[in-house]
Nanobody
């Protein structure tokens, strides 16, 4: 059974930092591109960043230079370090493979106040 469990969200003031984590199960983790996605209120879910097994990364223009994605293939985990957070980063953050499948987790809420 494919499962993604996200954690690490919270409330932070503008300019602050948070580190999100995601543990994946039910997949051969090292074979997959892993991605972070987010959904803000009344908006479509959007791609944030992804990382291939070897470590190469890609970022959405809105987060490039502020967010860093990383992975630990031995622990089936993927992380998202978020620095210089802005109110527009407020959203529920999800991890999934890239491109995503239908097995979305509960996500973790990130709220950035101005």
């Amino acid at each position: 059974q494919v499962q993604f469990v996200e954690s690490g969200g919270g409330w932070v003031q503008s300019g602050g930092s948070l580190r999100l984590s995601c543990e994946a199960s039910g997949i051969i983790f090292r074979r997959y591109i892993m991605g972070w996605y987010r959904q803000a209120p009344a908006k479509q879910r959007e791609w944030v960043a992804d990382i291939i097994s070897g470590g190469s990364t890609n970022y959405a223009a809105s987060v490039k230079g502020r967010f860093t994605i990383s992975r630990d293939n031995a622990k089936n985990t993927v992380h998202l370090q978020m620095n210089s957070l802005k109110p527009e980063d407020t959203a529920v953050y999800y991890c999934n493979v890239g491109p995503p499948n239908e097995h979305w987790g509960q996500g973790t809420q990130v709220t950035v106040s101005s």
